[in-house]
């Protein structure tokens, strides 16, 4: 079940997705929500502050505090309208150390929900892997283009027999326990043929029908075409509402970095992902 929800609120209210969408998942289960605000004066963290005058430091601060404070006050509107339990905070270190304040904010969540980073500086691209990497629990990414909230008539869980696939699947369970018609999809390569892995789906069918869902394999043969493409042309081909997958990644001077697939998803999905590591 999910009862409390980890959100990284947007401070631009012209593309802010997010708020809806997670409000609309505390309704559903009844969940506590709590919002966290970024203010980071000076952007991106990864080059230095530039030694600016103090008093244009000071300005900038303020904007972005100001901006932080108008985002808790539009959730805190949108909770209180849909009479939902919440808190709300502002963070105001720098990248990456907000990222992983979200991160362990969310370890004492069930589910954290992050808007899809626009570009490569967007600061919801460290958020997204630190949460996805750091914070133990699953991670609901919503697509910068999403207008609609949580739908549930058609959820898809990509399977390749991982680990990190039978996570993802595993903690989806209140959602797919919710959803009208739930897809075990297999993107067929070499990985998935091979008998080790495990992959064939039947016996996570059976799994998820010991929980009660009813569950379609479909098995998707994609030689030439890489997983990302294979998996966003059936979601779009299909009217997928929410996908769910394992969000992979490998160590890097004991850093998380994301692999190919997952980085390629994030990049390019027009549908909700759920995501476990």
Not at 22 to 39: E, G, L, N, P
Not at 119 to 129: C, G, Y
Not at 139 to 165: E, N
Not at 178 to 189: G, M, P
Request: charged share 25%; with cysteine; proline share 4%.
């Amino acid at each position: 079940m999910i009862k409390a929800i980890t959100l990284k609120l947007e401070t631009d209210a012209e593309r802010d997705r997010s708020l809806n969408y997670a409000i609309s998942i505390a309704k559903t289960f009844d969940a506590h929500v709590s919002a966290m605000a970024f203010c980071d004066p000076l952007g991106y963290p990864q080059y230095p502050i530039p030694k600016l005058p103090a008093s244009v430091i000071a300005n900038i601060t303020e904007e972005k505090e100001r901006e932080a404070r108008a985002a808790t006050a539009r959730f805190q509107k949108a909770a209180e309208e849909n009479g939902l339990s919440f808190d709300h905070e502002i963070v105001t270190h720098r990248l990456p150390h907000s990222a992983a304040a979200f991160a362990v904010k969310a370890r004492r969540a069930d589910l954290s929900v992050i808007q899809q980073a626009e570009n490569r500086d967007d600061e919801n691209e460290a958020i997204i892997e630190a949460a996805l990497f750091d914070s133990g629990r699953p991670v609901l990414i919503v697509p910068y283009i999403q207008r609609d909230g949580l739908q549930l008539d058609h959820v898809v869980c990509c399977w390749d027999g991982s680990s990190t696939a039978a996570r993802a699947v595993n903690d989806a369970l209140p959602l797919l326990k919710r959803a009208s018609k739930v897809e075990v999809l297999i993107i067929s390569n070499e990985k998935t043929e091979d008998s080790r892995h495990q992959a064939s789906g039947t016996d996570i069918v059976k799994h998820l029908a010991r929980h009660g869902i009813e569950v379609a394999l479909k098995v998707v043969p994609a030689p030439d075409v890489d997983v990302n493409n294979a998996i966003q042309s059936y979601t779009g081909d299909h009217g997928v509402d929410l996908v769910v997958m394992g969000g992979y990644g490998h160590s890097r001077l004991r850093e998380f970095v994301l692999g190919g697939v997952t980085r390629s998803i994030l990049g390019s999905m027009t549908t909700p992902v759920f995501m476990s590591h």
